[in-house]
């Protein structure tokens, strides 16, 4: 039993990553065929796919009954960007801090997350503030946009690479379409396998859905975003690292909740909001200094963090 849900659970996230990949390749490509901006395409698609494989746990976690998976994997991923992601990725090579980085990503990823904490004091997210975190989601997309038209920013500029179609003919258009299915299918049958053998593990350890979440699903959907990171980091190219992050963070809160409260209401307890939620809180706070003080996050404040992120993992197991 748990030999088998545990070969299903790292089966279900390889199926969720891939199927994520694809998704975002043929829908770009297609987006640039029908002559969008790479940087639309970039902020818009290219975001939403790589978020997708979080937005499809999420779901099928509030449909099937395990709002802490749901809310763990958020928060859970949250904590690991800006902890062991951010923290491995400055112990490889210090990250460069940009002014956008202070200025506009740090005081809306930390907007986000003490909206969200003030929001779910009530015990549930539901779908009126899912609207409205899908609204500020857009209009910080429309900023992101504007912003970055007027200072002639491209999508490699913010740390997004889009990949352009070869050509234009009928098959290779029909290639990319065969990728969004192939892509669609894999976040929906990677997801299912994913949340059910992570609730019947939790179940069989005698465990909380909400270390889960925390823990093994957090941690899992963070793979991508830590695999990049340290892949940069060894090339010596750790300029967007940390935007990108927050980046991720802002949308994980905005357009996974956001969307998901709309499907069906999330539930929050209480020690997800006077634990879990504090902590996110304390590292994104923490983070602004190591930004601000030599404009650079070194070796010794990626160490930092790569504790914190093992005390916080030891704190919520035992």
């Known amino acids: 039993m748990p030999l088998s ?36 395409v970039g902020v818009t698609i290219v975001a939403f796919g790589t978020s997708a494989p979080e937005l499809l746990i999420s779901i099928q976690a509030a449909l099937a009954g395990s709002p802490d998976i749901t809310m ?8 690991c960007n800006l902890a062991l992601v951010l923290g491995v990725t400055a112990l490889i090579a210090p990250i460069p801090v940009n002014s956008d980085s202070i200025k506009i990503d740090w005081p809306m990823t930390m907007g986000c997350t003490i909206l969200l904490y003030f929001l779910i004091q009530e015990g549930y997210v539901n779908d009126y503030e899912g609207i409205g975190f899908i609204a500020l989601l857009l209009l910080y997309m429309f900023f992101i946009i504007r912003r970055s038209r007027k200072n002639h ?22 290639k990319d379409i065969s990728l969004i299915a192939i892509g669609g299918a894999g976040l929906y049958f990677g997801s299912d396998w994913f949340v059910n053998s992570a609730k019947d593990l939790a179940i069989y350890m005698g465990i909380s859905e909400r270390i889960v979440g925390i823990t093994v699903v957090a ?16 090339k010596k190219e750790t300029d967007m690292a940390l935007g ?32 879990d939620m ?16 030599n404009r650079i996050v070194d070796r010794y404040e990626g160490l930092i963090l790569v504790g914190i992120y093992i005390f916080y993992t030891i704190n919520v197991i035992s």
């Open 219 to 234: 941690l899992g959907t963070s793979l991508p975003e830590l695999v990049t990171s340290v892949v940069a980091a060894f």
């Open 153 to 174: 920013i491209s999508p490699v500029d913010l740390g997004i690479e889009v990949e352009e179609p070869s050509t234009a003919s009928e098959k290779n258009m029909l």
């Open 244 to 275: 990108n992050l927050m980046g991720s963070n802002i949308f994980n809160i905005l357009s996974i909740l956001g969307i998901t409260s709309l499907i069906a209401d999330i539930e929050v307890s209480d020690v997800i909001i006077n634990s």
């Open 5 to 40: 849900n545990t070969i299903l659970l790292l089966v279900g996230l390889a199926v969720l990553i891939l199927g994520g990949e694809l998704l975002v390749r043929g829908a770009s490509r297609i987006a640039l065929r029908l002559k969008m901006s790479p940087l639309v």
């Open 278 to 293: 504090i902590w996110m809180m304390g590292i994104t706070l923490l983070i602004l200094p190591f930004m601000a003080l």
């Open 72 to 79: 763990g994997n958020v928060i859970g991923s949250n904590i």
